[in-house]
């Protein structure tokens, strides 16, 4: 399919384009890796009028340490994130998941910023965000303003972005030294969306969990944290009898549609099994 008809906008600086979509109202959309929206254009599922590409503006982009956060530029490649060493030593999750998304073709293009500002339930990174306890810096023609990943997923495609306001950059603190992590992601094929994903960030001391937090993906119309399975590992060795209530706990608050990946049922199954290996193997990377 080809997509409706759009101007085409390239501006250099944050301040040019959050003016520029003030101006273009609710017919102007921020492109970024283009690789979600660019499907929806040629499906005709979105037909905005401009087009504003926030590639050209060097401020979005890279990976940097800042005292004890890490600060990802939304326009950093999901690519970039798997090459980084700083990402690679600090947040090892953030590279494991990225090699889980889609393909090379899309990662090159594919952004952080695009992928967790977008909204689809189906996309890996918010959840993540959501357990490293990450912050999204919003701005628009009126300022600047922070939100916490947890607090930024509304609805499918709803998010607390406001119109004529794009995401800048991405702030996570830094995980413990010596965490241990995994996100654990059934999917039908190499490069599909997940049919059910668990991200587990957690620490250990004499043999039991100390702190942890669990985030699930495609398993409900926002991405979710599931509170209630990580209070029940905590204080235990992830013994049986903690995984399989961590698992019940979590698929508690699973509400997934039933799609192509499988029915509701299924699927909280298999999200249950993607939390308890995700904890196993969070813990057996612990330190
Ligand atoms: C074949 C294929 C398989 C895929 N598989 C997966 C997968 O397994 N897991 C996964 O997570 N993703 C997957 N994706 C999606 C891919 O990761 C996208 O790149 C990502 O979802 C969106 O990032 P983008 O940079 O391409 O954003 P775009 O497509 O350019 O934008 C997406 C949306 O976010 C908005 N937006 C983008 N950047 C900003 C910003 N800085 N501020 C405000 N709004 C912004 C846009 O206006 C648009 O509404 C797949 C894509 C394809 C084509």
Known sequence: MIPAVFNYHR??????????????????????????????????????????????????????????????????????????????????????????????????????????????????????????GASYRLEGAGGAREIAASDFYQGAYFTALEPGEILTSITIPVPAAGHGYAYEKLKRKVGDYATAAAAVVLTMAGGKVTTCAIGLTNLHETPLLATDAAKAVIGTSLDAAALKQAAAAAQAIMSPAADARGPVEYRKHVGGIMVARALQRAASRAK
Do not use: C
């Open 11 to 132: 501006p250099k600086s944050v301040q040019e384009a959050v003016a520029l979509l003030a101006e273009l109202g609710d017919n102007g959309r921020a492109l970024a890796g283009g690789h979600s929206l660019i499907p929806m254009m040629k499906l005709r599922l979105a037909a905005p009028g401009n087009l504003v590409d926030l590639a050209g503006i060097g401020e979005l982009k890279g990976v940097r340490a800042d005292g004890n956060d890490i600060v990802i530029g939304a326009m950093t490649t999901q690519h970039e994130l798997i090459e980084s060493n700083l990402l690679a030593d600090k947040i090892p999750l953030l590279r494991e998941t990225s090699l889980q998304i889609a393909d090379p073709q899309v990662r090159y293009l594919g952004t952080l910023g695009g992928n967790v500002a977008n909204g689809d339930p189906g996309n890996d990174m918010p959840a993540l965000m959501m357990v490293l």
